[in-house]
């Protein structure tokens, strides 16, 4: 079994429609991630979180929020979904002892707003 | 702003040539540099560099850290078609609030 995951895997919604991106992690990790990854831009930091109860803005958090309901759960909403929200979305964890932070990456949400 | 350069952005070689891709870094309280390589699918995890001089070896991969000149370079030698992917660097930095910034990437082609 996957030790991140993420549904739904694919999405297709419309402008102003919520959505909510789901991420489930198993590696009892205590920090997660939300990344976009768009064509010739790479990966973008969306939003945060160290803990449960822990929020922090990346580069990139306008339009999106998130909830951290336990450790292994970290979701991102779009309260209303615009069309260059279209982009291939990265959960991540990492452990926070110092030299073991690697990030372990989820397999992507597809996210197409029309 | 914490920055990180990857170059090339792509590369197209034939299968059994040797690779060096290049990533170049400025941020503030440097922790570590990762490599990553994505197919067409969720980056997997490669090296990861904190010391520099020390070379990280895996098969026909090897990576090392530069912190004076702020680089970092990751050989693949004998190339195969399956070494085809993005190969992604990242560089972690901060103290309490760790974050890691990635480069765009290098879209390596190996064609047989």
């Known amino acids: 079994d996957a030790d991140v995951t993420q549904t739904p895997r694919n999405r297709i919604t419309k402008t102003g429609k919520r959505i909510m991106l789901e991420c489930s992690q198993t590696k009892g990790h205590d920090r997660m991630y939300w990344y976009r990854q768009d064509p010739g831009l790479g990966l973008r930091l969306i939003y945060y979180?160290?803990?449960?109860?822990?929020?922090n803005k990346g580069e990139i958090s306008d339009g999106y929020s998130v909830s951290r309901q336990a450790q292994a759960k970290f979701s991102l909403s779009l309260e209303s979904a615009i069309p260059n929200q279209t982009a291939l979305y990265f959960c991540?964890?990492?452990?926070?002892?110092?030299?073991?932070?690697?990030?372990?990456f989820g397999p992507g949400t597809r996210l197409l707003v029309l | 702003e914490d920055k990180v350069v990857q170059s090339p952005l792509s590369l197209v070689v034939h299968e059994g040539d040797t690779v060096t891709l290049n990533c170049s870094y400025e941020?503030?309280?440097?922790?570590?540099l990762l490599w990553y390589k994505q197919e067409k699918k969720a980056p997997t995890f490669l090296f990861m560099l904190?010391?520099?001089?020390i070379e990280k070896k895996s098969g026909r991969l090897s990576s090392i850290l530069d912190k004076k000149e702020l680089f970092s370079i990751l050989n693949i030698t004998a190339t195969q078609t399956g070494d085809s992917a993005i190969y992604l660097c990242?560089?972690?930095?901060?103290?309490?609030?760790?974050?890691?910034?990635f480069g765009k990437g290098t879209l390596l082609t190996v064609n047989p």
């Open positions: 904190t010391s520099s001089g």
């Open positions: 990242a560089v972690g930095s901060g103290g309490s609030n760790y974050k890691l910034t």
């Open positions: 941020v503030t309280n440097f922790r570590s």
């Open positions: 979180s160290f803990d449960v109860k822990d929020i």
């Open positions: 991540a964890t990492s452990d926070r002892h110092p030299g073991q932070e690697t990030q372990y």
